[in-house]
């Protein structure tokens, strides 16, 4: 069998989709290599025989026209911080706006044009169109050794070509006379164009495109958050047990077979086993199971989790890497490079329409001088050719409308992270649920008090919740806090004693008049009263058994020997959930449910929101959750995933588009591709409604876009393109595509506002 050796690299260069494509094809053409290559992260996963050496792989990038290096070791980047990648373009952006503001003023209002205006708007434009266009200069230059056309290409060619007629205007045509002014004048007619300038045009079209840039670079700063968030989770400093004594260290110096603490609060810091003390410890960000799991010596715990209430030594038998949490980044970071990115609309259509645009302004040149009509008339009519095409509407077609979109979409509690996800809103078919936090409020709170025949409910509140107020246990804090909130201050409690993996009890004290009445109190599961001799009845044992199979937690109440109550304590359905579903059906998407809880608790919550039992899908870890998607996936269906905790960002990652609650973890929320703030699952719906709509008004821009160059390039080709109208028409189209993307500000929610029927 073959070894082969696997690298990641980081690329540079990279602008646009069909880049990562070229880097991608060239790796893959040597002997034994595999490469993915990922736009977003800007990364190269490659496996290849070890043999060849990395050398030759940079070499192939370098090759086609890009860089590459292997990424710092971890170390070297928590010493240094790394900077914002996105700050010179901004700068760049700034600098240019400010630049050629003035210029497009000049040039389109005939009041403000003072004499020489035209060589002021040279000296303010040259810059923005040599400086701040570089990018897209050089990506051009890169594209055309390699025989390839792209958004670039056009930008630039359009850009120096307008520049370049302004500068044979002004210095060989009569364009540089004093008092020369650009009049309003919408006629058809030939003319040599030597008295025209382009400098509003050349330094406009570098701003807008620079803007659209911005807008994407900001978006895939956030691809790499996922991972370090999901690492930010783990300890980083970790108690262990040498030579009798404690010892605090780096966790990075915990070793297989290691004892070490964990104290209440504390979070475990790797994989392992139980050998002394007992705890509830709060596994949900690892599992999503919704209920604290009691631990005892020879229980297995999970590196990631917290401790929720005693003391605990565990012996370490995973550390590093060899986590489960690392394993879930590793899960996270394969779907993001498996993802394909999504080439942005201009470009795909940039890759057809700029070899034409080429070839016509070629051909044009061409013509003219045959027909003998002079050099002057040829080149004006060629140059006009490229300056039509070149994208003016369609460097704001797609910005324009993201930003009102996801401005539209932050005021109503959805954040859309870049233009590729609003591609997936429109083929998604099928939508994952999360229960835990997603469908549930993902909190523990008090469901219901079953007593007995002849016993208040309120009392054994009251008496359950006196005795809980001292435990450290989830459930206990629940029954506590519902009880002082519906009687305020609750008694004392006396020989107050925590039996671990069983209930608490303790010695409760009220005042009945003048006389002080003492309740000898036992709170917890069946097995507690049974060890205390105290008999259950039917009803009450048919409460416990009825909440366990809703998948809920059930605590006896006993005092003063004789079981009076059970408390059920559970994970509550979100408001809004069952509606949110049913409106995702209208939307024609079909609804599922995946968690990691039990399929009692999975089957509750579906009967509840309206989801077919067939399609729950229960009892599942990370694993399993990214699994159960790639089996959708490979049946055909495009699947959107609904989640929260950290044991849903490697499913959101590789989901097709994932929506993350904004209530939910860091991990999960920079997975996803979508934010939802609110916490509201109807903000899904939202979510999916504004992409579908903003996706559709990008389409429109850019169809208006090229349709406004495509009618006039006829006009171009044959002379009769006037300056003026060539001026008014980008001007035309740049306010069309603008006002197109403002309708998106008039987007209602389905969230009513204060209970009114949504819009």
């Not at 266009?133 to 307008?162: E, I, K, Q």
């Not at 410890?281 to 715990?301: F, Y």
């Not at 008999?535 to 058994?545: G, H, Q």
Request: charged share 20%.
């Amino acid at each position: 069998m073959t070894t082969v050796t696997q690298v990641e690299l980081v690329i540079g260069g990279m602008t646009c989709a069909s880049c990562a494509n070229r880097v991608e094809r060239k790796l893959n053409k040597l002997d034994g290599v595999t490469a993915t290559v990922n736009y977003a992260t800007e990364k190269a996963r490659v496996e290849f025989p070890p043999e060849l050496g990395t050398d030759a792989l940079v070499a192939q990038v370098e090759a086609a026209g890009y860089t590459a290096e292997l990424p710092a070791p971890p170390a070297a980047e928590e010493e240094v911080a790394p900077a914002d990648p996105t700050r010179p373009l901004r700068d760049r952006l700034v600098i240019s706006a400010v630049l050629a503001v003035p210029v497009v003023l000049l040039a389109m209002v005939p009041a403000l044009q003072f004499t020489y205006w035209q060589w002021i708007s040279l000296v303010l434009a040259a810059p923005v169109v040599v400086w701040g266009a570089w990018p897209f200069h050089r990506a051009a230059w890169t594209n055309l050794r390699h025989g390839a056309a792209t958004m670039d290409t056009l930008v630039s060619m359009g850009t120096l070509a307008a520049l370049g007629w302004s500068l044979y205007a002004l210095l060989l045509g009569t364009a540089g006379v004093p008092g020369m002014t650009h009049p309003f004048t919408l006629t058809v007619e030939r003319g040599g164009g030597a008295g025209s300038i382009y400098l509003e045009v050349a330094a406009g079209v570098t701003v807008f495109i620079l803007a659209g840039r911005y807008v994407e670079a900001r978006s895939k700063r956030q691809a790499g958050a996922a991972l370090r968030a999901l690492l930010d989770l783990g300890a980083k400093d970790v108690t262990v047990l040498r030579g009798g004594r404690e010892v605090r260290v780096p966790v990075g110096e915990l070793a297989v077979g290691d004892r070490f603490v964990v104290r209440p609060g504390e979070t475990v810091a790797a994989d392992g086993v139980v050998e002394d003390g007992s705890s509830a410890v709060d596994a949900s960000m690892i599992t999503g199971e919704s209920l604290p799991v009691d631990v005892v010596r020879g229980d297995a715990v999970v590196g990631g989790c917290t401790n929720s209430s005693g003391r605990l030594v565990v012996r370490a038998t995973r550390v590093g890497s060899d986590t489960q949490l690392a394993r879930m980044a590793r899960l996270v970071e394969d779907a993001q490079n498996g993802k394909a990115a999504v080439q942005r609309l201009a470009d795909r259509v940039s890759g057809v329409f700029v070899p034409v645009v080429i070839v016509l302004a070629v051909a044009t040149l061409g013509f003219w001088l045959g027909s003998g009509a002079g050099a002057d008339v040829a080149f004006t009519a060629a140059v006009a050719v490229l300056i039509i095409a070149c994208p003016c509407a369609l460097g704001l077609a797609t910005p324009t409308a993201l930003l009102v979109g996801t401005g539209r979409g932050a005021q109503l509690g959805v954040l859309i992270k870049g233009p590729e996800v609003l591609e997936s809103t429109r083929r998604v078919d099928t939508v994952v649920l999360d229960k835990t936090g997603t469908l549930t409020t993902g909190r523990m709170s008090l469901h219901a008090v079953h007593a007995a025949e002849a016993v208040d409910s309120g009392e054994a509140l009251h008496l359950a919740a006196a005795v809980e107020q001292a435990s450290e246990h989830p459930v206990g804090r629940a029954i506590a806090a519902a009880a002082q909130e519906r009687f305020g201050e609750l008694p004392g409690v006396s020989e107050f004693d925590s039996l671990p993996g069983l209930g608490v009890r303790g010695l409760v004290s009220e005042l009945s008049g003048d006389v002080v009445i003492a309740h000898a109190v036992l709170v917890g599961r069946p097995a507690l009263l049974a060890e205390h001799d105290v008999a259950m009845p039917e009803s009450l044992s048919a409460d416990v058994e009825r909440a366990q199979e809703e998948g809920r937690t059930a605590v006896v109440v006993s005092w003063d020997g004789v079981a009076r109550a059970v408390i059920v304590v559970g994970d509550s359905l979100r408001a809004g959930s069952a509606d949110a579903v049913r409106r995702l059906r209208e939307l024609g998407l079909t609804p599922m449910l995946l968690t990691g809880d039990n399929a009692e608790a999975g089957a509750t919550v579906a009967a509840l929101v309206g989801i077919a039992p067939e399609d729950v899908v229960a009892g599942v870890l990370p694993e399993g959750k990214v699994a159960t998607i790639t089996r959708l996936q490979g049946e055909g269906k495009v699947v959107a995933m609904v989640g929260d905790g950290v044991n849903d960002a490697a499913a959101l990652a590789t989901a097709d588009l994932g929506l993350a609650i904004g209530t939910g973890t860091d991990a999960a929320i920079e997975a996803s591709d979508l934010t939802l703030v609110r916490g509201d699952l109807l903000a899904a719906v939202d979510a999916i409604r504004l992409s579908r709509r903003t996706l559709a008004v990008i389409k429109g821009n850019l169809f208006w876009a090229f349709a406004y160059n495509v009618a006039a390039l006829p006009l171009a080709a044959t002379g009769l393109l006037n300056p003026m109208i060539a001026g008014a028409t980008m001007a035309f189209s740049s306010v069309f595509v603008v006002t197109n993307s403002l309708r998106l500000r008039r987007f209602r929610s389905v969230i009513p506002p204060e209970g009114a029927t949504g819009g």
